[in-house]
């Protein structure tokens, strides 16, 4: 079936470095939606990408689409200590209809 | 807006024993999901209602687990009987359609001795 994997499953970098997560999927997506879980929260929605080869930032986070439409990044500029959680990337399973299979997610420690 | 709401906040049961988890949606979002999160890993689709509908039940264990969304507001998942793999953290979320994303609520946090 669709899989959706992501790479580093975990990262610790001192605070002022950057970080990088990959997600590659098996099946070529309509879309990609990154969210983010604090440690002992609830995953947060941060962006969706649709287009292939998409580029978006926000402030120190950069998410890139691939060409392909299989694979996505996101790069976080000079980490800080409220960086700190897990970042997951999902697919929609199937098409564009929902069904979002989440991928088993990167996380991040910043040491101050 | 008011975020999605769930209840209980945490939950402690013997195996074999039934449970429920509530979830009240975002107002006026379509599309419900119940989605299980292990310890570790990424959230698993349990069900995804479309208003009262059920749209994806591929991955929900029938034999124990049971979810209904009356009147396409409110959703209940139950698990009946509860084992020992069923310990995780019970998250709800809704979105305003299919494809838009996902608002998640605090979670359930099950734990099944």
């Known amino acids: 079936g669709q899989q959706v994997m992501q790479i580093p499953q975990y990262q610790h970098v001192q605070e002022g470095e950057d970080f990088t997560t990959y997600c590659n999927s098996s099946?070529?997506?309509?879309?990609i939606q990154w969210y983010k879980q604090r440690p002992g929260g609830h995953p947060v929605f941060l962006i969706q990408?649709?287009?292939?080869?998409e580029v978006k930032k926000q402030k120190r986070l950069t998410f890139q689409f691939g060409e392909a439409k299989k694979n996505s990044s996101l790069h976080i500029t000079a980490t800080q200590t409220t960086d700190v959680g897990t970042y997951f990337c999902?697919?929609?399973?199937?098409?564009?209809?929902?069904?979002?299979?989440f991928g088993q997610g990167t996380t991040l420690q910043v040491k101050p | 807006e008011a975020g999605v709401a769930q209840s209980p906040r945490y939950k402690i049961i013997e195996k074999r024993q039934s449970v429920a988890f509530w979830c009240n949606p975002i107002?006026?979002?379509?599309?419900l999901y119940w989605y299980q999160q292990i310890l570790g890993q990424g959230p698993k689709l349990l069900i995804q209602?479309?208003?009262?509908?059920?749209?994806?039940d591929s991955q929900l264990p029938k034999d124990r687990f049971s979810a209904e969304r009356l009147k396409g507001v409110d959703s209940t998942l139950k698990i009946q009987p509860a084992k020992l793999e069923d310990s995780a953290v019970y998250l709800c979320?809704?979105?305003?359609?299919?494809?838009?994303?996902?608002?998640f609520g605090n979670g359930t946090r099950l734990t099944v001795t």
């Open positions: 099946t070529t997506l309509s879309n």
């Open positions: 979320a809704s979105s305003v359609s299919g494809n838009s994303p996902l608002h």
């Open positions: 999902a697919g929609p399973r199937g098409g564009n209809t929902g069904k979002l299979i």
């Open positions: 990408l649709v287009k292939s080869g």
């Open positions: 107002s006026g979002h379509a599309t």
């Open positions: 209602f479309q208003n009262n509908g059920v749209v994806d």
